[in-house]
């Protein structure tokens, strides 16, 4: 009711286009989304209503033009035949009206005895179609006076007309085709003919146009997913222009890896090689608490500097291999057993897939990692859907508060209560975690677990 309200306040232009943009709004839902399937709407939309609207006018115009010229001359041959009845002396007039109408006007005469014309002929739907039900039956009131009765739907290639000459009925049987238009499907076979040429034609130079679009839209999405490519530019000019950019851009993006991936080893080389000179230092120096709380710090720094290095890098240097998910939980179990911990490990369906396989194992161990850090009981389970690979980890901890379930993604966000999940760390496990899942083309969220505690669910596309 209020919408109706605001709607009826507005000024007359304001609601007519508010109207228009929710009529656009629904067809845009019912059109389709993929690029090749619009272009063949715009080609073949165009098509078929050029297509209806020729054969409309010519059926509307053409055939009924010339059953209306057809129907006139069959009328005017019935006038004639009646009137020459009215002038022929009696008992002449049988068989000269017979043999006429036979050999000039092609109809079959018959005179029979005078009596009552048939009823009128129900008109059906097909044959308030018919032009020839329509136009013929005016024609013959131009040209004959007496009553007359027609039937042009009783038998398929024939009609009869019955006229009412007083003392005789002349009775006249000709070819349907002698009345009206009997090759206008010809045309429009021909008119659906060019139109399915048209068509196909149309589909396939639309098809070699939008393949090359849709290949670079694939080399993108694999890029993106920091996978192989194997791509070269083809199609149209503008398309491969389109390419080369992405080319280019593809080559600027691994350069800019590579120099920051260069820079990251040398700044890496350089504190590992201060950081083992502080641990040959504490070697030399005697036990005693100082140098245990030195050599504590020491350490941190290394799992800190590495940690930093990692983030930064994003394992983006990694080659992409088709592996089956269920060995890496398997390895992460055998991890956390050796490590005195249980993890539990189910899986379901297909889980091949074509990933980075370290980055995909450290992804999945630093929220299997987080999640034993803080809970008793942890589970992971990996399960096929239709275009994903699903990896969920749950735990019995005491979980993250929901305000607080993206903030832990962002690097170096440590939790103060409750959980903090890279206690010791720097709070760079589900940044790093996130940065893999999204360089894969996936994503990761977190939920509550049925367990009690945190669900954390990795999705990759296969």
Request: with cysteine; charged share 25%.
């Amino acid at each position: 009711m209020r919408d109706r309200a605001a709607f009826r306040s507005l000024p007359w232009l304001a609601q007519i286009r508010l109207l228009w943009r929710r009529a656009a709004r629904s067809l845009a839902e019912l059109l389709p989304k993929g690029l090749y399937k619009r272009s063949l709407l715009i080609v073949i939309v165009p098509m078929v209503l050029l297509q209806t609207a020729v054969t409309f006018a010519f059926m509307q115009h053409h055939w009924d033009l010339v059953t209306r010229r057809l129907s006139e001359a069959v009328a005017r041959d019935i006038g004639a035949l009646t009137d020459l009845y009215q002038k022929l002396p009696p008992g002449e007039d049988d068989t000269f009206l017979t043999n006429l109408a036979s050999e000039r006007f092609r109809m079959d005469a018959t005179l029979l005895p005078a009596g009552p014309l048939p009823p009128v002929m129900p008109r059906s739907f097909y044959g308030a179609l018919d032009p020839l039900t329509r136009i013929l039956p005016n024609e013959i009131r131009k040209q004959v006076a007496q009553p007359f009765w027609l039937d042009t739907v009783g038998r398929s290639g024939l009609m009869e007309i019955r006229v009412d000459l007083g003392g005789r009925v002349l009775r006249l049987v000709t070819r349907r085709a002698l009345a009206y238009e009997a090759n206008a499907h010809i045309f429009v076979l021909w008119m659906l003919g060019a139109m399915i040429v048209l068509l196909t034609v149309a589909i396939i130079f639309l098809r070699n146009q939008i393949r090359p679009i849709l290949r670079l839209a694939r080399a993108a999405e694999d890029f993106g997913k920091g996978r192989d490519l194997d791509f070269s530019p083809h199609g149209a000019r503008e398309v491969r222009q389109a390419g080369h950019a992405f080319i280019q851009m593809k080559r600027r993006v691994e350069r800019a890896t590579e120099q920051r991936t260069a820079m990251l080893n040398g700044v890496s080389h350089d504190l590992r090689t201060i950081l083992t000179r502080f641990k040959l230092s504490l070697a030399l120096l005697d036990n005693s608490p100082d140098s245990e709380f030195l050599q504590k710090d020491v350490d941190e720094m290394g799992q800190m500097l590495e940690g930093y290095l990692a983030f930064a890098r994003g394992d983006t240097g990694e080659s992409t291999a088709r592996i089956n998910i269920g060995s890496i939980l398997e390895d992460l179990r055998a991890d956390s057993e050796r490590h005195g911990a249980e993890l539990g490990v189910e899986t379901r369906g297909d889980l091949d897939i074509r990933v980075r396989p370290m980055a995909m194992k450290r992804c999945v161990g630093n929220l299997v990692a987080n999640a034993q850090r803080h809970a008793d009981h942890v589970r992971v389970s990996a399960t096929r859907e239709s275009q994903f690979v699903s990896i969920v980890v749950d735990d019995d901890g005491t979980g993250i508060a929901q305000a607080h379930r993206e903030d832990v993604f962002r690097p170096f966000y440590r939790l103060d209560e409750a959980r903090n999940q890279d206690e010791g760390g720097a709070g760079l496990g589900l940044a790093i975690a996130r940065d893999i899942a999204r360089s894969h083309g996936g994503d990761i969220t977190l939920s509550d677990s049925p367990l009690g505690g945190l669900r954390a669910a990795v999705r990759i596309p296969v």
